[in-house]
């Protein structure tokens, strides 16, 4: 499989996934913005307003019975950071035609309901709807609120806030409640229309396709509406060389602690990344990794234990949830086994086992059409065209030594501990 791309407009792209794997056909659009203090909480909120209707369909109520009349196709929306960017993403997946009781043109009739969603909302004298804006910033004040209630997320998004402090990683993606009881429904439309205009668009289609697909996008009258825009995702600022990490301790009424050290790659290097993720992987992914066998299992110092590599950033992530009282006991132990990696104290074996574990999530993307289709637009906003076989490709030329220089181009920023 791979994602051909056509241009519909400056800063507009479609994305054909041409796969006969599947009963479905699934149909994506992903809206991406620069991140900022100003307009995150904005940013969340109009994810959850579009999906409140459309011109056509002026409620939730009206999208439903048209999804269940589509023989139950599936509507899902959400907003992720990608980097220092903000990404709406918007999801319809419906039955193939061919698998269909009748002939129609259903996958059609999804395509132009999904741009619909995104591109012509329903609006209510100039703003979008004051009852459906006041309702969904109730709700996004609960999410923001809630956000303590998973205690090990917490600790991440503190870890995560305290590295990028004053920096767009740093936001979360959901906003701030003090910003939601400010924003009108009117600023919001405003900034809606704003946002569209010049934010890039990638729409994707995966499944049975062909090239009506493509003709429907160039002639929605909601898409002639967008301009021309020019599109420059910016690299990623250089990191700064750090002394000393900050150690950063929060109390708040938990049972076991959490600890998250974040630590920066320092390389910027063509292609680092493959290498940092088998890295990450020998370090901290599965029960093979030197985390789970050494800090958990034989040393019984965690109750969970593990890493996560974030390409975007080159950050990796140390997470660990520990008895309170042995929070200086897994903190020197962790780092030992980051010390050891830097000197190589790793088998052949590991290396196996690490590759094996990724090249089973690789041959996972072309199984789960959403996971196909997030891979592709990862390449798109990274500037790539790496296919799933030459991403395997790129795992399998890693050597040990390619391991050592990631493990000694890794610095401590931050070591955070949510205790009570």
């Given at each position: 499989m ?42 969340a ?23 269940e009349n589509?023989?139950?196709?599936g ?13 709406f ?19 059609e ?41 998973n ?36 600023d ?8 569209i ?57 938990v ?43 034989k ?48 088998t ?6 690490a590759?094996n ?22 390449q ?13 490709e ?14 000694n ?5 931050t070591?955070y501990f949510?205790?009570n």
């Amino acid at each position: 499989m791979k994602d051909e791309k056509i241009e519909i407009k400056q800063g507009i792209k479609f994305h054909k996934i041409k796969t006969n794997k599947f009963k479905t056909n699934l149909f994506a659009i992903f809206l991406n913005t620069a991140l900022s203090r100003e307009n995150v909480t904005k940013d969340a909120l109009i994810t959850a307003l579009l999906r409140r209707g459309t011109m056509e369909l002026k409620s939730q109520d009206l999208i439903s019975k048209e999804l269940e009349n589509m023989y139950g196709a599936g509507f899902d929306c959400g907003i992720e950071k990608s980097g220092d960017y903000h990404t709406f993403k918007f999801y319809l997946e419906v039955i193939n035609d061919d698998f269909l009781p009748e002939k129609e043109n259903l996958s059609e009739k999804a395509l132009k309901l999904l741009i619909s969603i995104v591109f012509n909302p329903f609006i209510e004298n100039g703003s979008f709807k004051e009852e459906y804006v006041k309702q969904e910033k109730s709700n996004l004040k609960q999410i923001i609120e809630g956000k303590i209630d998973n205690k090990g997320n917490y600790a991440l998004e503190r870890c995560i806030e305290e590295m990028y402090k004053e920096k767009p990683y740093g936001l979360f993606k959901y906003g701030y409640i003090e910003d939601v009881e400010k924003i009108t429904a009117k600023d919001l439309y405003e900034y809606y229309l704003k946002l569209i205009q010049e934010c890039k668009i990638d729409i994707f289609a995966s499944g049975d396709i062909n090239d009506n697909y493509e003709e429907i996008v160039r002639k929605d009258e909601n898409i002639n509406k967008l301009k021309e825009r020019n599109i420059e995702i910016k690299k990623e600022d250089k990191k700064e060389i750090i002394n000393q990490a900050k150690e950063i301790i929060d109390n708040m009424d938990v049972t076991q602690g959490k600890l998250v050290m974040g630590l920066d790659l320092m390389l910027d290097k063509e292609d680092i990344g493959y290498a940092a993720m088998v890295y990450n992987t020998i370090l901290g992914v599965g029960a093979n990794s030197k985390m789970f066998r050494n800090v958990r299992e034989k040393e019984s110092l965690a109750y969970t234990c593990g890493t996560n590599y974030i390409k975007r950033k080159n950050l990796l992530l140390v997470r660990a949830g520990i008895e309170i009282e042995n929070y200086e006991k897994a903190v020197k132990l962790i780092k030992k086994e980051i010390a050891d990696m830097k000197d190589g104290n790793f088998t052949d074996e590991d290396i196996k086992n690490a590759k094996n574990l990724i090249y089973s999530t690789i041959y996972n993307i072309e199984e789960e059409q959403d996971t196909e289709i997030s891979y592709y637009f990862g390449q798109e906003i990274s500037d790539l065209n790496t296919s799933v076989e030459e991403y395997k490709e790129k795992i399998e030329k890693i050597t040990r030594e390619d391991i050592i220089e990631v493990a000694n181009n890794m610095q401590y920023n931050t070591i955070y501990f949510l205790r009570n």
